[in-house]
Nanobody
Framework: QAQLVESGGGLVQPGESLRLSCAAS????????MSWYRQAPGKERELVAR???????NYGASVKGRFTISRDNAKNTVNLLMNSLKPEDTAVYYC?????????WGQGTQVTVSS
């Protein structure tokens, strides 16, 4: 059974950094495009960053230049390094795995940026 488990969320001050990790199991991780999405209260879920099976990456406009996504196929993990965090980055961050019709979500981890 496919499973995604996020970790690394927490409370940080503006300008600080945070690293999220997503541990995958139950599917062939290297085949899948892996993404991070986020959802703030009252807002729609939005794409933060995506990395495909060839390590091509793309980012949401609001995080480009501040966030970096990476994957480790040997460890079945995908990471999101978030620098220069802003209050508007506050949201629940979700890990996503997608390959053709297969689409899996993690349970989410809360990131709060506040002074």
């Amino acid at each position: 059974q496919a499973q995604l488990v996020e970790s690394g969320g927490g409370l940080v001050q503006p300008g600080e950094s945070l690293r999220l990790s997503c541990a995958a199991s139950g599917f062939t991780f290297s085949n899948y495009a892996m993404s991070w999405y986020r959802q703030a209260p009252g807002k729609e879920r939005e794409l933060v960053a995506r990395i495909d099976s060839s390590d091509n990456t793309n980012y949401g406009a609001s995080v480009k230049g501040r966030f970096t996504i990476s994957r480790d196929n040997a460890k079945n993990t995908v990471n999101l390094l978030m620098n220069s965090l802003k209050p508007e980055d506050t949201a629940v961050y979700y890990c996503n795995a997608r390959w053709f019709r297969y689409n899996y979500w993690g349970q989410g981890t809360q990131v709060t940026v506040s002074s």
